[in-house]
């Protein structure tokens, strides 16, 4: 049995991180991962193919509807699905043996196999053959990820009904892709599908898209989705579905009771959310329960078992790979004896659709229901000239500010490359500014940033440029 001072049982953003950061503080750590490579959900089959295919498309999109044709560049492209998906699995490769450098260059030993908990202190890992190797850690971390959460009622055999994985590698352009979720990731995929000539219908249990978010930036984004397309079917549910060989038969009713509609389909990707992965992992050989949504407990990352820790999208908090690094380098640093905490009211969510959504801290809705007096100031993306000379005038930037101290307290983005200009507003919020801190600090010109400075300046009226 081989004794570390660190094992990770899971080889994805919290578990790899993880790793890395034992590794640079000198325990001995290995990692243990099934997959026949390293990364997890995010870099295999989730956060880095779609935006691969997110790009690809898009340049797609831009080449054969017009968008080039304005700009004058005069071309007619012709889609190869399989260079577009050989170019995406290469990206994806190159990330993944990115990370295999990373272990040995930090001294982490990967223990390829499934490892499941055989009581305190030990890990049990299976490899492919079936033999088993037994290790021995003064601590263990648990980041095993979630996997798709399935819907009743619709059997996924990724043939013609799909998770997110299958949406991934489709061998052919769907005539009708009906998506069921309105999440980020049935319209990132959809989104996808719809710029390569897929007609698309989005089915949304609930009244409004991107639940969590704050209303106002989602019927934006909602909007220029329907603009460019993308049916949506909100307020709806799916109560059967009859796959054959051709295609897909749904059958769906308004969620509020009514008459019932069949829709045709050649595929139906089910993106409903993701739920914890425990399975396996023998949690009762330590005394350890997940909760009724599956979810292993946690205290500043410590289970309820001295020397057992969880990260990522296998404990509370939002499932984001960001999310699971920072909990990564937090939990290890208190396995070291170091001080570290995550700010949880600052983690960043994005949907990398065409415009972006990107946000940070409170909502309004949230903010109206903690009774807390709060103003906006807003600025739209028509009044920026870098965005206006690039031809990508939809959507805005909204600050919310606390109405006495001016304080930063949400940020809520929907337009061009609002992905990576929500950091900033990150950095600050940490730092507790004020939206009068933004509006002093200067910003390049043209970019579409100033349109973040506007709206810092327009909660107090002051924009210039509306």
């Known amino acids: 049995m081989k004794s570390y001072d660190v094992v990770i049982i899971g080889g994805g953003p919290g578990g790899y991180n993880a790793a890395i950061r034992a590794g640079q503080l000198g325990l001995s750590v290995a990692c243990v991962e099934g997959r026949s490579t390293l990364g997890g959900t995010c870099l295999n089959v989730g956060c880095m193919p779609s935006k691969a295919l997110l790009h690809a498309s898009e340049l797609y999109e831009a080449a054969s509807g017009g968008e080039f044709a304005h700009l004058g560049i005069e071309v007619k492209p012709n889609l190869n699905l399989g260079q577009m998906m050989k170019q995406k699995d290469e990206s994806v490769t190159g990330l993944t043996k990115g990370i295999e450098y990373l272990f040995r260059k930090n001294k982490v030993d990967w223990i390829k196999g499934w490892g499941r908990l055989d009581g305190i202190g030990k890990v049990v890992v299976k490899a492919e053959d079936g033999s088993e190797t037994a290790l021995q850690a003064k601590d263990i971390v648990i980041a095993t990820g979630s996997e798709p959460t399935p819907l009743p009622g619709v059997t996924i055999d990724n043939q013609r009904i799909i998770d997110s994985t299958g949406a991934l590698s489709l061998p052919q352009v769907p005539k009708h892709l009906i998506v069921i979720g309105a999440g980020v990731i049935g319209l990132e995929l959809g989104s996808v599908w719809r710029r390569l000539g897929s007609q698309v219908t989005v089915i949304e249990y609930l009244d409004r898209i991107c639940p969590g978010t704050d209303e106002e930036t989602a019927k934006t984004l909602q909007k220029a989705l329907a603009k460019q397309g993308m049916v949506f079917k909100l307020g709806s549910k799916v ?226 440029q509306i």
């Open 239 to 464: 109560t059967q579905a009859n796959a054959s060989a051709e295609g897909v038969s749904l059958t769906l009713e308004p969620a509020a009771g009514g008459n019932a509609e069949t829709l045709q389909a050649d595929y139906v990707l089910v993106a409903i959310g993701r739920r914890p992965y425990t399975q396996g992992l023998n949690l009762e050989s330590v005394g350890l329960a997940t909760d009724q949504r599956g979810m292993l407990g946690n205290d500043n990352h410590r289970t309820s078992v001295p020397g057992i820790w969880v990260i990522g999208d296998v404990t509370s908090g939002p499932m984001l790979a960001h999310k699971a690094e920072d909990e990564a380098v937090a939990c290890i640093e208190r396995i070291a004896g170091k001080p570290h905490e995550v700010n949880y009211n600052l983690i960043p969510g994005v949907i990398y659709t065409r415009p972006e959504l990107a946000s940070v801290g409170k909502t309004e809705e949230q903010l109206k229901a903690e009774g807390r007096a709060y103003k906006v100031g807003k600025f739209p993306f028509t009044a920026n000239s870098r965005a206006k000379i690039n031809h990508e005038t939809e959507g805005f930037a909204k600050v919310i500010a606390d109405a006495q101290t001016d304080e930063v307290l949400g940020v809520h983005l929907v337009g061009p490359s609002v992905s990576e200009m929500i950091g900033e507003f990150c950095v600050a919020m940490e730092f507790s500014a004020s939206a009068e801190d933004i509006a002093l600090t200067c910003h390049p010109h043209p970019t579409r940033s100033e349109a973040l400075r506007q709206a810092a300046m327009n909660v107090d009226g002051m924009a210039m």
